[in-house]
């Protein structure tokens, strides 16, 4: 009797968690798709909350059953419907990408919940692999900052989309993702900050120093022609979801690797030029989401490293 309870609970719970899993990969395709239409729209100056989706060739209007995510365009072998063109590979992409980050979020955001809670009780690491309200004391609160990262990762997509292909960071979208991340940051307030308002703010201020204090530094002294502004404001947002010094150091350091890694390869094939304007955006919203959701990991490493 004993087996066959443990049996069925185990069951249950591994049905639990394909639910929630298959729910996160679900929203997750969804948001690629609403990204990958917003940002197009937005760079034509169209109206990204109203009107239907259509063809970017022929410019028909597309059906539901054209815009299911991933399956219509495998199903449709990459091509419109009506004119039979080819559809961008950036579609599947991004519905793939926002998939995975959304299901590795669902994986990884309990750890950080755990180390922000710093409750003894609760066992480091993801085996369960549970969602948060499982291993807090604060379930609604749990949920409540998941469902604001996720959103702020929505926006961190659109935004290394738009700057990867257009070069600029939108205050449209900017700016709504400053506003998450401060609400985020006030809801994680009595969680993360014991000490309270003033405790909140020497650590948001610490968050914003490494990326926003030094490329504002930058962009005062070269006036903009080194460092962009949308890279600064888009550094406050990351000093909110991230408001701890060492860490912001980490994505600073961990943005300028990415872009040497992938820049150093097209500079010695001469398809880049060392005045070449290279977009920094997407290094750092990269960055911040490998650091944000590893920062259970990163940052004892990293406050015993500054502290030596």
């Not at 009506?82 to 299901?103: D, N, P, Q």
């Not at 710093?118 to 379930?139: E, F, K, N």
């Amino acid at each position: 009797m004993v087996g066959r309870f443990y049996f069925y609970c185990y069951n249950v719970l591994m049905q639990i968690m394909i639910f929630y899993y298959f729910s996160l990969a679900l929203l997750g395709a969804i948001m690629g798709s609403f990204v990958g239409a917003l940002t197009w729209r937005m760079k034509r100056g169209l109206n990204w909350l109203s009107g239907r989706s259509e063809c970017e060739h022929c410019h028909h209007r597309l059906a539901p059953t054209d815009m299911i995510p991933i399956i219509s365009y495998l199903g449709l072998g990459g091509r419109c419907r009506y004119c039979h063109k080819r559809i961008g590979r950036l579609a599947i992409r991004l519905e793939v990408l926002t998939c995975l980050s959304f299901v590795l979020s669902g994986a990884l955001f309990p750890s950080v919940l755990e180390r922000a809670w710093r409750d003894p009780s609760i066992t480091l690491g993801i085996a369960a692999c549970t969602p948060a309200s499982l291993w807090c004391s604060s379930p609604g609160l749990a949920w409540l900052a998941f469902g604001l990262w996720l959103a702020c990762l929505v926006l961190m997509v659109a935004l290394f989309v738009y700057d990867l292909r257009w070069r600029k960071l939108p205050n449209r979208l900017v700016f709504p993702l400053i506003g998450l991340s401060l609400v985020y940051s006030l809801v994680t307030l009595p969680v993360l900050h014991g000490s309270g308002v003033g405790g909140w703010l020497m650590a948001v201020a610490g968050g914003m120093a490494p990326i926003a204090g030094i490329y504002g530094t930058i962009y005062l002294v070269s006036r903009g022609k080194l460092v962009g502004l949308g890279d600064v404001k888009l550094g406050l947002a990351i000093g909110l979801l991230v408001p701890q010094w060492w860490l912001g150091l980490a994505i600073l350091f961990l943005a300028n690797l990415l872009a040497t890694l992938v820049s150093l390869p097209a500079l010695l094939r001469h398809r880049l030029k060392r005045t070449s304007a290279i977009p920094f955006g997407p290094y750092l919203i990269v960055a911040t989401y490998l650091v944000f959701l590893l920062s259970w990991l990163l940052q004892p490493a990293l406050q015993s490293f500054f502290t030596l």
